[in-house]
């Protein structure tokens, strides 16, 4: 995937990855409710989708519906390669010492990032 995907995009994603295919008015009920987003407001999140090629559409009758052509964890795995790239040099320790620098680990977080450690030494 090429284009980046806006915030208000990527909420329409998280519905059409949890289930699709979708109409645009079947996302519109799945999208957060305190998004406050009208059926139009949808309908031109997934028509800016559809010009960056990263849903497509089908007809059914007199309606459309919508699915992923990206896989969620795809996307989730260029943006993450994005975010260290540009913030820490390509380099996952800085990102992780950083975080732990500024207490946003909890004792939960540590103990799973052991337990992964753990897991690919094997």
């Known amino acids: ?3 980046r995907i806006s915030d208000a995009e990527h ?4 519905v059409l990855w ?10 519109a009920e799945r999208v957060p409710a305190e998004r406050g987003w009208s ?11 559809l010009a960056k090629n990263i849903i497509a559409h089908q007809e059914e ?12 964890g795809d996307y989730v795995a260029g943006e993450s390669r994005k975010l ?3 913030l820490f040099g390509g380099k996952l320790t800085p990102l992780v010492a950083h975080l732990a620098e500024r207490d946003q680990l909890t004792d939960q977080d540590i103990a799973e990032i052991e337990a992964l450690l753990r897991d690919l030494k094997q």
């Not at 949890?18 to 645009?24: I, V």
């Not at 009758?61 to 969620?72: F, I, S, T």
């Open 11 to 14: 909420a329409v994603m998280e």
């Open 18 to 27: 949890e289930e699709s295919p979708l109409t645009a008015q079947e996302v």
């Open 1 to 3: 995937m090429t284009e």
């Open 84 to 86: 260290m790239d540009r």
């Open 39 to 49: 059926a139009n407001t949808v309908k031109t999140l997934l028509g800016r989708l």
């Open 61 to 72: 009758g007199r309606r459309y519906l919508y699915r992923p052509l990206v896989v969620r």
